[in-house]
């Protein structure tokens, strides 16, 4: 059975509309699709007003809702989980409209979060580079790194004879130590950071103390100065 839409004015499988008890055929006029266009329509023309609203009931039932989700957080969870995997895409896509439209207060936000929550955010760091999962994002960063190292002239033999021949730190010129997490351990330094597009060759490479190593910036400011 078919119907005849009043809005666009198609003609339809019955099944594209929905149900209405008050009409003689027990279906509405326009079809589905219109229907949902229309009212996405109306809460856009409406918006503020619906938010007005949705205000002032939530301010009268507040005690309420705040005891619901007390006693059913595991079904609201579980609520939302199912919604978003059913929407995943609408979602994301909702997601990317808002951060383009609000890229500058979302910015804002981070940096001030950023500035008042230091001493918080090192120690979620912390935790996280402590965790199963903060290990194997960090050694998989590492493995990324060490895949520049593919187009390199330099063998272990070569870093042997160089670590030999490195008695002082050229940049601070401490005396070079063999055991491990002693200030002046042994630590390959690249002369132009791989970072600002440096590379794994013999040129570019030297060993530093462990300490000149870990303070030198990583932007390659520099370069030259210790040298």
């Not at 059913?86 to 940096?111: L, V």
């Not at 960090?138 to 042997?160: G, H, P, V």
């Not at 160089?162 to 390959?188: A, R, W």
């Not at 000149?212 to 370069?223: M, V």
Request: with cysteine.
């Amino acid at each position: 059975m078919n119907k005849k839409c009043s809005k666009c004015e198609s003609i339809k499988n019955i099944n594209e509309f929905h149900k209405c008890s008050k009409t003689k055929d027990g279906y509405k006029c326009a079809c589905k699709k219109c229907r949902n266009k229309d009212s996405l329509d109306w809460k856009k023309r409406n918006r503020e007003h619906n938010k007005e609203v949705s205000k002032k009931y939530y301010s009268m039932n507040k005690d309420y809702y705040k005891q619901y989700r007390e006693e059913n957080k595991d079904k609201i969870s579980e609520s939302k989980k199912d919604c978003y995997c059913k929407n995943k895409e609408y979602y994301i896509d909702k997601s990317k409209e808002y951060y383009i439209d609000n890229k500058n207060s979302i910015s804002e936000k981070k940096k001030n979060y950023r500035n008042n929550n230091k001493e918080k955010i090192r120690e979620m760091k912390r935790k996280y580079r402590n965790s199963p999962r903060g290990r194997e994002f960090y050694r998989n960063k590492s493995n990324l790194r060490r895949a520049t190292y593919k187009d390199t002239n330099i063998t272990s033999n070569w870093l042997i004879e160089l670590k030999e021949n490195t008695e002082f730190c050229p940049l601070c010129g401490v005396k070079m130590n063999d055991i491990n997490n002693h200030p002046s351990q042994y630590n390959l330094d690249h002369i132009i950071p791989l970072n600002i597009n440096g590379t794994h060759t013999k040129d570019n490479v030297r060993f530093t103390c462990r300490h000149c190593n870990l303070i030198r910036p990583k932007d390659g400011s520099d370069l030259g100065v210790f040298v």
